[in-house]
């Protein structure tokens, strides 16, 4: 048999690093194996660098429509594929929000067409969203337990749990900003640990308390989880979890100004070290950047007027291989938390390399480590709190069997598409 492409080298098959061919036909990988036979093109990766699948980013807030001198579909994604995320999924919180079948339609024809890695949209979970309508266009719903970015809070037990029982119904998966609005306070707050402050651990612990104590062994994911104990409850409930790189390096002593302001908040050293500690066991599903860009001057804004979240979707998974650079994870756990466990949780075909799945792959050489220089991500807000970090970029990323990057510079055009049409 003859592939349109085959890309031969170190690749991570089955849980393990070792020499495959993969052969690529109509954006799927068609075979996998040491040998295969004939190809339009073959690219040899060579012995020092490894394909690892694509990475994929179950958590982004790329600001289109409404807020896009912040952030827009093109450069949002653009950074995702700089650093090896090859499918991005975006928050409803936008201007207006994803909220009904007409918001989702205005939200998918205004970013179609612009996006240059693959992506889905979620929709917010309200009071009498029509769940059954929205489930075949998104890949999974957010519920705002706690106030953020946007004005589709749902925390009141009398309308929270009937409309997620709706959701559910569905079959998809539902994320969570998992912070007890009611334990939320609206104090004067002049740095990080005032911010804190007003928005206690204990806010965490209580959301997911009363999602468990409803909801136990549903399909519910806690995004940004920042304590060993909410991880508890949420492990205990059967929930899939979700971390950010800001809550387990950032903490209130050593990272006080507005930079570093994000809900949920960013902790104290003790409860940052603890969850720390739970990543390195693994005992986190899964890694989303929470990727939340602000402009320049909205972060120069004195603290208590700046507005929370921070960018990483070029940073982070950059890092993530540092850290399996140095032996701080091993690979596979890179994968699993960065590829392999978000796309299984949304029911998309990517994330591993095998038969059948999109032909999503990035290419990492470990020898390549580099400071990250703020002035050359691509993001449009302009700045970022991992400038100086050690990273590794990819070498090459494929998207779908078409090279998006090669040699670490973009040589691809706006090929993304939408994962749920």
Known sequence: MSYELVIQGKAFVDGELSYNEIGIEDGKIAAVSKSLGRAEKRIDIGSSRMILPGFMDPHVHLRDPGMTAKEDFSTGTLAAVHAGVTCI????????????????????????????????????????????????????????????????????????????RSVLATGKRMSVHAEDDSMISKGYCECTRDHL??????????????????????????????????????????????????????????????????????RDPATREALYRRFLAGDISMFGTDHAPHTIEDKAQEFVAAPGGIPGVETSMPIVMEMVRAGTIPLSQAVSMGAEAPASSFSVKKGRIAEGYDADLSVFDL?????????????????????????????????????????????GERLGEDICG
């Open 197 to 266: 402050r007003n928005r206690p651990a204990t806010a965490e612990h209580n959301a997911i308390r009363r999602l468990a104590s409803n909801f136990s062994g549903s399909k519910i994911n806690i995004c940004h989880i920042t304590t060993s104990e909410g991880l508890d409850l949420a492990r205990a409930a059967g929930f899939t979890t979700e971390v950010t790189l800001h809550h387990i390096l950032f903490d209130v002593d050593r990272d006080t100004g507005a930079e570093y302001k994000v809900n949920p908040p960013i």
């Open 367 to 411: 020898r390549s480590s580099e400071k990250i220089d703020v002035k050359r991500l691509h993001s449009k807000c302009g700045h970022s709190p991992y400038g100086g970090f050690s990273a590794i970029f990819p070498d090459t990323v494929i998207i779908r069997g078409e090279l998006q990057v090669d040699g670490k510079e973009f040589c």
């Open 89 to 164: 999924l975006d928050m409803p919180n936008t201007k207006p929000p994803a909220m009904d079948v007409s918001s989702l339609k205005e939200k998918k024809a205004t970013v179609r067409g612009r996006a240059y890695t693959d992506y889905g949209l979620f929709a917010a979970v309200t009071a009498n969203c029509n769940a059954s309508l929205l489930a075949p266009m998104v890949p999974g719903f957010k519920l705002f337990m706690g106030s953020t970015t946007g004005n589709i809070l749902l925390n009141d037990d009398a309308e929270m749990v009937p409309a997620v």
